[in-house]
């Protein structure tokens, strides 16, 4: 599995963003996909998650805000973030688990929120 994100940039507070991960490879062996980010400094940690029967989970600090989704015809994970914050300002990567016990990681993509 080959995991390719984009769609960073920088953006004012309270504007929108969209980042997409293409996913390629054995795209059939992947049970749930989710989206990480690392603030600079900080650990990195989960944004949103979203699971192989269509079940979502969300870090408490993006609620109401982001949207994580699949186009599975287009082999594309997204996350919709609206109302940014500069506290959102992260490296952002996607990243899926398959159902033989895979873990992969796509590249990151930098988000900066600011005026």
């Known amino acids: 599995v080959q995991l390719q994100a984009s769609g960073g940039g920088l953006v004012q507070p309270g504007g929108s963003l969209r980042l997409s991960c293409a996913i390629s490879g054995r795209i059939w062996r992947i049970n749930d996909m989710a989206w990480y980010r690392q603030p600079p400094g900080r650990q990195r940690e989960l944004v949103a998650g979203l699971n192989s029967v269509g079940s979502t989970n969300y870090a408490d600090s993006v609620k109401g805000r982001f949207t994580i989704s699949r186009d599975y015809a287009k082999n594309t994970l997204y996350l919709q973030m609206n109302s940014l914050k500069p506290e959102d300002t992260a490296v952002y990567y996607c990243?899926?688990?398959?159902?033989?016990?895979?873990?992969?990681w796509g590249q990151g993509t930098l988000v900066t929120v600011s005026s």
């Open positions: 990243s899926a688990n398959t159902t033989v016990g895979g873990n992969y």
